[in-house]
């Protein structure tokens, strides 16, 4: 009798010691992701790398910045990130999926909980899954509306035990995105701003064009001039060069400009090619809010506002730069009270 309890205390004794802890490590949830997968994860994702700039940036929104072990190279020069979350530059950088300098190797020496990736690589997607032995989690290669978007903050914030956070972020933007859209939505589409969106991030290229409709430019109430298609290739985005006669042709409304491109305003307006333009003889050329690739929470709402008041100001009738600074604190916290001003005095982003 007397043996058979100490049995029995070894054992309990071992049941508290070790097994609590291990099945706390190996407690699994699945989650489906935005297109769609079944996956399965840790319930306490403690550990990520990023390779889609989007992710980097909602989860920095979230309030999850810490849980990054690394991420690709895009997220690292991202000025919004660096602005709100400048640990990112000591975060290991595991390369490009679209450049084709990807590390499996590095990102399995990370030892990650999950790996985020946008659905455009689903190649690397199975290799990294099927060698590495790490779940990947998709998000949408390229946002064509709102909802794709909005869609990606809730499978993150599901995948990452911040579903609550995700909602308040979806709650902020879908509101003024909605707000926008009622004011804007009246309007018959022959009277709509047409729209010419130029100049990659980082080029002083004039005649390289986003076709796609772009979200921004689609709520804020206009029109893409350039508009072909919207299917964005993942290698090269929304963009595609265009002959100057094209141009002339299209004659569009206003003319905005990425807000990291090396093109100025003045660049356009004083450029001999384009001074027949209506936009330019009007003096309607405009650099706006955005970042290199894809979309930022922040930068979403305000890049669509920032449109929507240019293109319609009789609709649009408060201080654009206190509801600025109020939006961004709203998501990034007191970081990111100064984020608007910051963009406009470094990259020359356009007062309204």
């Known amino acids: 009798m007397r043996m058979l309890s100490c049995l029995i205390l070894v054992c309990l004794i071992g049941l508290t010691v070790f097994p609590a802890s291990s099945a706390q490590s190996e407690q699994k949830v699945k989650i489906e992701d935005a297109v769609g997968r079944s996956v399965e994860v840790s319930e306490n994702v403690d550990a990520i790398v990023s390779l889609n700039p989007d992710v980097t940036r909602i989860?920095?929104?979230?309030?999850?910045?810490?849980?990054?072990?690394?991420?690709?190279?895009?997220?690292m020069g991202c000025p919004v990130v660096n602005r709100v979350f400048p640990e990112i530059s000591d975060l290991p950088d595991v390369g490009s999926v679209s450049g084709g300098t990807l590390s499996l190797e590095k990102i399995a020496t990370l030892n990650p909980d999950a790996v985020f990736i946008s659905s455009l690589y689903p190649d690397?997607?199975?290799?990294?899954?099927?060698?590495?032995?790490?779940?990947?989690?998709?998000?949408?290669?390229?946002?064509?509306?709102?909802?794709?978007?909005?869609?990606?903050?809730?499978?993150?914030?599901?995948?990452?035990?911040?579903?609550?956070?995700?909602?308040?972020?979806?709650?902020?933007?879908?509101?003024?995105?909605?707000?926008?859209?009622?004011?804007v939505s009246s309007i018959p589409v022959d009277q709509r701003k047409r729209i010419l969106y130029i100049g990659p991030p980082f080029t002083k290229d004039f005649t390289r064009v986003i076709y796609?409709?772009?979200?921004?430019?689609?709520?804020?109430?206009?029109?893409?001039?350039?508009?072909?298609?919207?299917?964005?290739?993942?290698?090269?985005?929304?963009?595609?060069t265009v002959s100057m006669e094209e141009i002339v042709g299209w004659d569009p409304d206003i003319i905005f400009i990425h807000g990291l491109s090396l093109i100025n305003p003045e660049d356009v307006i004083?450029?001999?090619?384009?001074?027949?333009?209506?936009?330019?003889?009007?003096?309607?050329?405009?650099?706006?809010f955005a970042v290199s690739t894809g979309y930022d929470p922040a930068m979403l709402v305000l890049s669509t506002m920032q449109m929507a008041k240019i293109m319609y100001p009789e609709k649009f009738d408060f201080d654009f730069q206190e509801w600025?600074?109020?939006?961004?604190?709203?998501?990034?916290?007191?970081?990111?009270?100064?984020l608007p001003e910051y963009m406009e005095s470094k990259y020359g982003i356009s007062g309204v």
């Open 59 to 75: 989860l920095v929104a979230l309030g999850a910045g810490d849980k990054l072990v690394g991420v690709e190279k895009t997220a």
């Open 124 to 183: 690397t997607v199975n290799k990294i899954q099927q060698d590495l032995g790490i779940p990947c989690v998709c998000t949408r290669g390229s946002a064509r509306n709102l909802a794709d978007y909005l869609n990606d903050i809730r499978v993150i914030g599901m995948a990452i035990g911040k579903k609550d956070e995700a909602e308040d972020l979806v709650g902020v933007i879908q509101g003024e995105m909605n707000r926008i859209n009622d004011t």
């Open 212 to 240: 796609n409709r772009h979200l921004c430019v689609y709520t804020a109430g206009g029109i893409n001039v350039a508009f072909t298609s919207e299917n964005v290739s993942g290698a090269v985005g929304p963009w595609r």
């Open 270 to 288: 004083t450029n001999t090619d384009w001074k027949n333009l209506k936009a330019v003889r009007e003096g309607q050329v405009y650099k706006v």
């Open 324 to 338: 600025a600074e109020q939006l961004c604190q709203d998501i990034y916290g007191d970081e990111g009270k100064e």
